[in-house]
Nanobody, 118 residues
């Protein structure tokens, strides 16, 4: 699958952005879709995930501010980010994961940069 992330940009603290991830194939095939972020020099971290059954999970740092959703008809996943903080500045990556013989397969998009100014 190819994943195309978009929606990043520059926003002031307290503002909002909505990230979109467009998949090249049916996302219902994937057990989990998620958003990760990475700051230069640090490990990539999970921001939010959503299962094929619409169960969601969030990093503690974004709970109550970010919302992940999926639209199986459009093969898309979204991340609504509200009340953004400078610490949210990072490259955000879309991820798709499914169970395969022998383990799990994970696919990544190219990333979209989010910059939050103070």
């Amino acid at each position: 699958v190819q994943l195309q992330a978009s929606g990043g940009g520059l926003v002031q603290a307290g503002g909002s952005l909505r990230l979109s991830c467009a998949a090249s194939e049916k996302i219902h095939r994937y057990s989990t879709m998620g958003w990760y972020r990475q700051v230069s020099g640090k490990q990539r971290e999970l921001v939010a995930g959503i299962s094929s059954g619409d169960a969601t999970n969030y990093a503690d740092s974004v709970k109550g501010r970010f919302t992940i959703s999926r639209d199986n008809r459009k093969n898309a996943v979204y991340l609504q980010m509200n009340n953004l903080k400078p610490d949210d500045t990072a490259v955000y990556y879309c991820n798709a994961e499914r169970v395969a013989v022998g383990g799990r397969l994970s696919f990544w998009g190219q990333g979209t940069l989010v910059t939050v100014s103070s």
